[in-house]
């Protein structure tokens, strides 16, 4: 069975927290935009949870149960249960404890706009807990909020996403509207590589496996291939020789299917190494020789004329 990949949005707001959506709205609104499904992600409440996977089952959408701690030190999304811990009782000294909690229980933990300052002033935006470890851990926001191909915080976490890779960290890179009301401009969305029916249960089974890349909505086939067997985004490679290949297919509906694409390139990032690759009708192929690290590719070109990193995916892991 092939893999496709899906639009999600992994993070929201409703009016149980600080959104200005009831969660019908949100489901509905979700639905409108093209999107397979979403993660409800409150304020340190998991209260609009139910009444979000009630209206979702209404509109066809795999609905995520979350909630997001909320603290001075900064953000996390906790996905795929009412995991019952306090959010007071995440701070520096315990949240790997508490995110090794949620992974036992079979759901997903990650870093949330890692760079952005609170708002109001100092309400704990950015990441300052000081974490050495992410094994715990299962992704990390390196796009948030409306207009990410514009917003400076996310070329920082881009870069600190690539840090911790380098380190040995396997995060699945995803984006995170911070979605509280409606808004105008251009927003991204999480595709997740999923087998079959579209579920919940896949949904988080696709970030723990980092089967993901962030996009404006630029359609994104992305693998390596040894001669006999084929390699996916997140997975586990040897070292070795490959053929890279890269399909890339602007949406024909859903989110940002009304919007003008050009795809320009390529960019290839591995542990020592940034390779920019020209490409024309959105195909391309190169063998190369993989040693141990990582390979991540981004999409570089345009969105109605305005020059865009389109989408970037989370890297093969190379053993």
Same mark, same amino acid.
């Given at each position: 069975?092939?893999?496709?990949?899906?639009?999600?949005?992994?993070? =929201?707001?409703?009016?149980?927290?600080?959104?200005?959506?009831?969660?019908?709205?949100?489901?509905?609104?979700?639905?409108?935009?093209?999107?397979?499904?979403?993660?409800?992600?409150?304020?340190?409440?998991?209260?609009?949870?139910?009444?979000?996977?009630?209206?979702?089952?209404?509109?066809?959408?795999?609905?995520?149960?979350?909630?997001?701690?909320? =603290?001075?030190?900064?953000?996390?999304?906790?996905?795929?249960?009412?995991?019952?811990?306090?959010?007071?009782?995440?701070?520096?000294?315990?949240?790997?404890?508490?995110?090794?909690?949620?992974?036992?229980?079979?759901?997903? !933990?990650?870093?949330?706009?890692?760079?952005?300052?609170?708002?109001?002033?100092? =309400?704990?935006?950015?990441?300052?807990?000081?974490?050495?470890?992410?094994?715990?851990?299962?992704?990390?926001?390196?796009?948030?909020?409306?207009?990410?191909?514009?917003?400076?915080?996310? !070329?920082?976490?881009?870069?600190?996403?690539?840090?911790?890779?380098?380190?040995?960290?396997?995060?699945?890179?995803?984006?995170?509207?911070?979605?509280?009301?409606?808004?105008?401009?251009?927003?991204?969305?999480?595709?997740?590589?999923?087998?079959?029916? !579209?579920?919940?249960?896949?949904?988080?089974?696709?970030?723990?496996?980092?089967?993901?890349?962030?996009?404006?909505?630029?359609?994104?086939?992305?693998?390596?291939?040894?001669?006999?067997?084929?390699?996916?985004?997140?997975?586990?490679?040897?070292?070795?020789?490959?053929?890279?290949? !890269?399909?890339?297919?602007?949406?024909?509906?859903?989110?940002?299917?009304?919007?003008?694409?050009?795809?320009?390139?390529?960019?290839?990032?591995?542990?020592?190494?940034?390779?920019?690759?020209?490409?024309?009708?959105?195909?391309?192929?190169?063998?190369?020789?993989?040693?141990?690290?990582?390979?991540?590719?981004?999409?570089?070109?345009?969105?109605?004329?305005?020059?865009?990193?389109?989408?970037?995916?989370?890297?093969?892991?190379?053993?």
């Amino acid at each position: 069975m092939s893999i496709e990949f899906y639009p999600f949005e992994l993070h =929201t707001h409703t009016l149980h927290s600080d959104g200005r959506f009831t969660p019908e709205e949100l489901a509905l609104r979700a639905a409108a935009e093209g999107l397979k499904g979403f993660a409800l992600t409150d304020h340190n409440t998991s209260t609009g949870n139910s009444y979000a996977e009630r209206a979702s089952a209404q509109h066809n959408l795999a609905f995520i149960s979350g909630i997001e701690w909320t =603290t001075f030190f900064g953000h996390i999304t906790a996905l795929g249960g009412d995991f019952g811990i306090d959010w007071r009782a995440v701070n520096p000294k315990t949240v790997c404890r508490q995110a090794a909690c949620v992974k036992e229980a079979g759901g997903c !933990v990650g870093i949330a706009h890692p760079f952005r300052i609170g708002f109001p002033i100092c =309400t704990g935006g950015s990441d300052d807990w000081g974490i050495q470890d992410y094994k715990d851990f299962t992704h990390y926001e390196i796009w948030s909020g409306p207009n990410p191909h514009k917003e400076p915080t996310n !070329v920082f976490a881009e870069e600190r996403y690539r840090e911790l890779t380098a380190l040995g960290n396997r995060l699945a890179c995803v984006y995170g509207r911070d979605w509280h009301s409606a808004e105008s401009g251009v927003c991204a969305a999480t595709f997740l590589g999923i087998e079959g029916e !579209v579920t919940a249960a896949k949904a988080l089974e696709a970030i723990k496996k980092g089967r993901s890349y962030v996009s404006l909505g630029i359609k994104a086939d992305i693998s390596l291939c040894d001669g006999k067997r084929v390699y996916y985004i997140g997975e586990s490679v040897p070292e070795g020789e490959y053929e890279l290949s !890269v399909t890339l297919t602007p949406p024909s509906e859903g989110l940002n299917a009304l919007r003008v694409f050009g795809i320009e390139g390529i960019t290839l990032y591995t542990q020592d190494s940034v390779t920019r690759i020209g490409i024309e009708g959105g195909r391309h192929s190169k063998k190369l020789r993989l040693g141990k690290g990582f390979l991540q590719v981004t999409v570089e070109g345009s969105i109605d004329s305005e020059g865009a990193r389109l989408a970037v995916a989370t890297p093969f892991y190379i053993n």
